[in-house]
């Protein structure tokens, strides 16, 4: 009937996608438009390219009230990579939870361009080496993150960025967010990176910053804003 946090208007229409061990991965082929509304997307498997949830794979999705945990690789995987191919996703009202190996990629890298979108949504418990919560790259394309009245918490990352990583021709907008015990080797909320001159910058605003147990909370590093 649901999940905790989440109170479907008529049970019937929750469904549940689960450990699918043999695809690996939900994909969404490239130039769909598809919108997820009350589905629980768990246990997914990685066959070894990282991806365990859903691959948005140049496509256009939309994901609503729902539950995306505990997959073996990215919780979903934006890809707006190479050749000037493009990808956008926008998540509401969900749940990102328990995925490892980061719970959203988002990524436009070798000139192409990715967009996401996150609101009202809770992203927790993930891990990965960078960008536990979030990994957000642009590296010769270009990636844009928008965040707004969403929670990260206790994600983690071996290297930089607990809740958020940023890196290269990527930008940033986080806004009325709270983070809360992210942590890191450095950046535990947010780290940011642009050592190979994509001149990032970070805007936030009206957001709570709770540093988890280390990194402190925001490191903007090489080049960043």
Known sequence: SGWPGFNPPNPDYVHSMSTWYELGTIRLLREAAIN???????NGFSNGDGRGG?????????????????????????DGSSFARSATLTVSASQISGNTGCGIVNRGS???SATLTVSGSTISGNSAQ????????GNGGSA???VSASTFSGNSATEGGGAIANFEIAAP?????????NSAS???GIYQDSSLGGGDTLEIGNTILNAGASGGNILNGRAGT
């Open 186 to 188: 450095f950046g535990g």
């Open 173 to 181: 907008t986080v806004s009325n967010c709270t983070f809360s015990g």
């Open 36 to 42: 997820t509304i009350w589905v629980t997307f768990s």
């Open 54 to 78: 859903i691959w948005n794979d140049h496509s256009t999705l939309t994901v609503s009230n729902c539950a995306v945990s505990g997959n073996l690789g990215f919780g979903i995987d934006n």
């Open 144 to 146: 844009i993150l928008t």
């Open 130 to 137: 960078y960008g536990g919560g979030i990994f957000n790259l």
């Open 110 to 112: 070798f000139s192409g």
